[in-house]
C-alpha cells in the first residue's frame, strides 16, 4: 500500500504539473484590428447603370484587389518593434496563430513576450482573395503530397521522432489549413503589398516560411523599415546579379546595390530535420537537401559582402524530429526560446 499511495501521489503531481504548465495568463491587448495594405484598382469598360439589377453584368464598375489582408495586436507595453509574419504556399496566417493540435502558434508566444504581431495573408490568399487577374481554382486532391513535402512522414508513415502530433484530429486540422491561389499574383505584387504592410506597422522584425521567403528578402531590400528577419526553411534565395548558383529558385539576381541592403540587417535562418546528406530516393527530401546547400552557399555569398546571416540546422545544434512547419511543431515553445535567445543578442527586443 505504501508504494501504491507513492505512486498515486506521484502521478497526481505530475497531472497537477501538467495542468500547471498549459496554464497561461490572460493577454492584455491595448490595441487589435485588421487592415488592407497596398493593392490596385482597376475598371472595366462602359457606363454603369445604378437602376438595373445588382446581379446583371455591367462595365464602368471598379474593383480593388491584389491587396494584403493584415490582422494585428499590439500588447500592453509593447517593444519598440514590431513582428511581421508572412505564410509560404497553400499557407494563411493561420500557420502563425495555431497549430494543428490546437496550441499557441508563433504569434501569440511572442505577443506574450511583449511583441506587436502582424498577421499577413498574402494577395490572393485566405482574406485577401479579392484580385485583379483571375485563375482557376481547383480542387484535386493534395493531401498526401503535402505530408510528404512537408516531412511529416513519407505517407502514410509518419517519420520516427516526428514532433508532429500524430493523432487523426490533428491531421485533420492541418489539411483544412491549406489554402488556395484565387487569383493569378506574381511576385512583386506580393512584395509591394508585403511593403506597404511595413509602411504602416513601422520597424519591425519580418518573418517568413517556405515560399514566402523570397518575397522577404526583397521586401527587405525595398523597404527600410525591415530591421531583421527569421525565415523558416525558406524555399529560395535572392543572391547579386553574376553570383547565383544553379537551382536557385528565386530566379535571377538582383542588382549588386540592393543586394547590398541585405547585409545591413540580421538574419537567420531554420532548418528542420529529416533532410539528408546523401541524394535518396524521394525527390521531396532531395529537393529540401538542395535548399539546404543553397541556403549555406546564400549565407557565405552575403556575409562575404559584410552580413550578419546565422544558418541554423536544428539537428546540428541537438534538436531533431521538426518538419518544415517548425513554429507549429510539438517543440514551437523550444524553438521561440532559441529564437527569442538570438533575438536578444541583436538587440531586437527593446
Excluded: C
Aim: glycine fraction near 10%.
Amino acid at each position: 500500500m505504501k508504494y501504491l499511495a507513492i505512486l498515486l501521489f506521484a502521478l497526481a503531481s505530475n497531472t497537477i504539473s501538467s495542468q500547471n504548465m498549459k496554464k497561461q495568463k490572460p493577454l492584455i491587448i491595448e490595441k487589435q484590428g485588421a487592415f488592407s495594405a497596398g493593392g490596385t484598382v482597376i475598371k472595366s469598360e462602359g457606363t454603369y447603370d445604378a437602376l438595373k439589377p445588382w446581379n446583371e453584368q455591367q462595365g464602368g464598375q471598379t474593383r480593388h484587389g491584389d491587396h494584403a489582408d493584415v490582422f494585428y495586436q499590439i500588447p500592453e507595453k509593447h517593444k519598440q518593434k514590431s513582428m511581421i509574419f508572412l505564410h509560404g504556399y497553400g499557407q494563411s496566417r493561420r500557420s502563425w496563430q495555431t497549430t494543428a493540435d490546437g496550441r499557441e502558434g508563433f504569434s501569440d508566444i511572442f505577443l506574450r513576450k511583449g511583441y506587436s504581431v502582424y498577421l499577413v495573408d498574402q494577395p490572393g490568399r485566405g482574406d485577401a482573395g479579392q484580385t485583379i487577374k483571375s485563375a482557376q481554382v481547383d480542387a484535386i486532391p493534395y493531401d498526401q503530397t503535402w505530408f510528404t513535402q512537408f516531412r511529416i512522414g513519407l505517407y502514410p508513415n509518419f517519420n520516427e521522432g516526428v514532433q508532429f502530433p500524430k493523432d487523426e484530429k490533428s491531421l485533420n486540422n492541418f489539411f483544412r489549413m491549406m489554402t488556395p491561389n484565387t487569383g493569378n499574383v506574381d511576385e512583386e505584387t506580393i512584395v509591394n503589398s508585403l511593403s506597404a504592410v511595413f509602411d504602416q506597422s513601422g520597424e519591425g522584425i519580418l518573418f517568413t516560411h517556405s515560399a514566402g521567403g523570397v518575397p522577404g528578402w526583397k521586401t527587405a531590400i525595398k523597404n527600410t523599415h525591415v530591421k531583421a528577419i527569421v525565415a523558416i526553411e525558406p524555399g529560395g534565395f535572392t543572391f547579386p546579379e553574376g553570383e547565383v548558383p544553379k537551382g536557385n529558385r528565386a530566379g535571377k539576381g538582383v542588382p549588386m546595390h540592393g543586394f547590398m541592403k541585405l547585409t545591413k540587417i540580421p538574419i537567420v535562418v531554420y532548418f528542420g530535420d529529416y533532410i539528408p546528406k546523401e541524394e535518396t530516393n524521394a525527390a521531396s527530401l532531395n529537393f529540401w537537401r538542395n535548399v539546404l546547400a543553397t541556403a549555406k552557399q546564400w549565407a557565405k555569398v552575403v556575409n562575404h559582402y559584410g552580413g550578419d546571416v546565422t544558418i541554423v540546422h536544428l539537428p546540428e545544434i541537438g534538436i531533431k524530429g521538426n518538419t518544415h512547419f517548425i513554429m507549429s511543431d510539438l517543440n514551437n515553445q523550444e524553438i521561440a526560446t532559441i529564437l527569442n535567445t538570438w533575438l536578444h543578442q541583436k538587440g531586437l527586443d527593446n
